[in-house]
T-cell receptor, first 114, second 112 residues
């Protein structure tokens, strides 16, 4: 698996955009970038994923650099409920044994402050 | 469509007992993954299974741990002769072919 590196912690003011970076310099051509978050001790929650184009959904935007070696998750208007650990992983999507496990790092603890 | 169901939510075992953790994947999902999360740490991959097959168990401890995903019924993670160091949250995730995970709420195992 390609590995990812993320800053251990970040703060963000409520109502402002939260930009969470992730480096994945060894990503392969068939690996997608996925973002999950874990609030307190709940199960991780899917946020967004992408291959090489920027993606947006109701929760967040994902910006992937042209060389695909890094990406940024953007929460456009952070709220207190967005305080969580955010995980960036890379994963093969498709058939076969390679389309399996992903390595979760320690993630980024985002603290949204009032 | 129910999500990934894990039970029990909380499990207390004495040292030396066996722990059995169950995971029912989402309907239509044929891939199951188990992750362990020690206190204050991130998720660590344990095992990846498809129906009746273990695809990747590179994250499983060599002894006392086993996993199965039978043709019928939930996936089971079994820990024999538990020790205090096994205390952790165990998360199961499932996915259909070629797509992302959906995680369950986890089982919190406490060994006393």
């Amino acid at each position: 698996d390609a590995k990812t590196t993320q800053p251990p912690s970040m703060d963000c003011a409520e109502g402002r955009a939260a930009n969470l970076p992730c480096n994945h310099s060894t990503i392969s051509g068939n690996e997608y970038v996925y973002w999950y978050r874990q609030i307190h001790s709940q199960g991780p929650q899917y946020i967004i994923h992408g291959l090489k184009n920027n993606e947006t959904n109701e929760m967040a935007s994902l910006i992937i650099t042209e060389d695909r070696k890094s990406s940024t998750l953007i929460l456009p208007h952070a709220t207190l409920r967005d305080t969580a650990v955010y995980y960036c992983i890379v994963r093969v999507v498709g058939w076969g044994t390679n389309a399996g496990k992903s390595t979760f790092g320690d993630g980024t603890t985002l603290t949204v402050k009032p | 469509n129910a999500g990934v169901m894990q039970n029990p939510r909380h499990l207390v075992r004495r040292r030396g007992q066996e722990a059995r953790l169950r995971c029912s994947p989402m309907k239509g999902h044929s891939h199951v993954y188990w992750y362990r999360q020690l206190p204050e740490e991130g998720l660590k991959f344990m095992v990846y299974l498809q129906k009746e097959n273990i695809i990747d168990e590179s994250g499983m401890p060599k002894e006392r741990f086993s996993a199965e995903f039978p043709k019928e019924g939930p996936s089971i993670l079994r820990i024999q002769q538990v020790v205090r160091g096994d205390s952790a949250a165990y998360f199961c995730a499932s996915s259909p072919e070629g797509d992302g995970y959906t995680f369950g709420s986890g089982t919190r195992l406490t060994v006393v």
